[in-house]
């Protein structure tokens, strides 16, 4: 499985923003579908945004779809969350993961890493 380690992560005033990535090991990342979650304090984890292996596909959760975007750089192992116009409610651990098939789910995750965005 591809080894996973995010970074970024940081406290931030709300209205900013703040960039992501997470760097993965192995020669087969590119047949990775790559997703992001996230774990707000006391609350259970939840889905952000994926994207597909070649990097053309991309899908994001509602309370995220127009702040957010994710990327993907095969050549370097890569991936990237852009977050943008940031709210206090996006106070989470993120977590990036992959996955070798289109559906079911993520079995490679990361540590994770803190964003904290004060109001």
């Known amino acids: 499985q591809v080894q996973l380690v995010e970074s970024g992560g940081g406290l931030v005033q709300a209205g900013g923003s703040l960039r992501l990535s997470c760097a993965a090991s192995?020669?087969?990342?590119?047949?990775?579908?790559m997703g992001w979650f996230r774990q707000p304090p006391e609350k259970e984890r939840e889905f952000i945004a994926t994207?597909?292996?070649?990097?053309?596909?991309?899908y994001y959760a509602d309370s995220v779809k127009g702040r957010f975007t994710i990327s993907r750089d095969n050549a370097k192992n890569m991936v990237y969350l852009q977050m943008n116009s940031l709210k206090p409610e996006d106070t989470a651990v993120y977590y990036c993961a992959g996955r070798l098939g289109d559906y079911g789910e993520f079995t490679s995750w990361g540590q994770g890493t803190q964003v904290t965005v004060s109001s």
């Open positions: 994207i597909r292996r070649s990097g053309g596909s991309t």
């Open positions: 192995g020669r087969t990342f590119s047949s990775y579908n």
